[in-house]
Nanobody, 113 residues
Framework: QAQLVESGGGLVQAGGSLRLSCAAS????????MGWYRQAPGKQRELVAR???????NYADSVKGRFTISRDNAKNTVYLQMNSLEPEDTAVYYCNAKITDLWGQGTQVTVSS
């Protein structure tokens, strides 16, 4: 059964960095549009960044210049490099495969001030 497994969350001070990884278990990864979403307490889930199979990328305005999404098709893995983290980035981060509508279990990112 297809699944997405995130890793790399944790607790970091403001200004610090984290890298999230999302490993996919299916070979369809190479044709998938992969995205990172986040959900903070009391807020709706929002798109953070997305990368198509062709490498086209878009970011939420709030993370532009700080976060970088990338993918390694040979490893069926998508990454989210997060720099200059702010307390407002605190949320559960979810990986998503758009075509197959798969979601990971989520990984907590907490940024302390």
């Amino acid at each position: 059964q297809a699944q997405l497994v995130e890793s790399g969350g944790g607790l970091v001070q403001a200004g610090g960095s984290l890298r999230l990884s999302c490993a996919a278990s299916r070979t369809i990864f190479s044709i998938e549009t992969m995205g990172w979403y986040r959900q903070a307490p009391g807020k709706q889930r929002e798109l953070v960044a997305r990368i198509t199979s062709g490498g086209r990328i878009n970011y939420a305005d709030s993370v532009k210049g700080r976060f970088t999404i990338s993918r390694d098709n040979a490893k069926n893995t998508v990454y989210l490099q997060m720099n200059s983290l702010e307390p407002e980035d605190t949320a559960v981060y979810y990986c998503n495969a758009k075509i197959t509508d798969l979601w990971g279990q989520g990984t907590q990112v907490t940024v302390s001030s």
